[in-house]
């Protein structure tokens, strides 16, 4: 399978887009460029798909979308895209617990493996793992950083106080 990528700067930093011909494939920070191995990737900033992508993800930082239409192509175990999935139905404007994410799977003791398959999502803020926190209520690790996994949720709060 061969890859196509963008750049495309965003609030939160630059972001890097990865297409298939079955859907975005990763959506990755500058610092997970090696972490995720998408090959052969063919730089193509007039890619529809990644175009598209860019288009939702402006129009999520500006308020203006609370859900992705995209069409996804997660590359992992079962297992991991069983949590991907899980992540992509967590509502606009909501957050869960890794706990949440593993009785929603249908695995409850599986939290740690949940976390694990979080930490490794290649679609970042379109499958918004921004919005999985402690069971304490404490932000918790994300591949963009803390001040970004804030900065994400703040775009959210106006619909947290709402509800």
Not at 57 to 82: H, I, S, W
Not at 123 to 134: D, E, Q, Y
Request: aromatic share 8%; net charge positive.
């Amino acid at each position: 399978m061969s890859y196509y990528s963008k750049k495309m700067a965003s609030p939160v930093g630059e972001l890097t887009l990865f297409a298939s011909e079955r859907g975005l494939a990763a959506v990755l920070w500058p610092n997970e460029l090696r972490r995720i191995r998408l090959v052969p990737v063919t730089e193509d900033p007039r890619h529809p798909l990644l175009l598209e992508a860019e288009r939702q993800l402006n129009a999520y930082f500006n308020g203006e979308l609370r859900q992705f239409t995209v069409p996804l192509d997660f590359n992992g175990t079962e297992f991991q895209k069983k949590v991907w999935q899980a992540l992509v139905a967590i509502p606009y404007g909501e957050t869960r617990s890794y706990a949440d994410i593993a009785r929603a799977i249908g695995h409850p003791g599986a939290v740690r493996a949940v976390g694990a398959a979080n930490g490794r999502n290649p679609v970042s803020i379109i499958a918004p793992c921004h919005r999985v926190i402690g069971s304490n209520g404490k932000l918790t690790g994300f591949a963009g950083g803390l001040e970004a996994k804030a900065f994400l949720l703040a775009i959210e709060k106006p619909d947290l106080l709402s509800q």
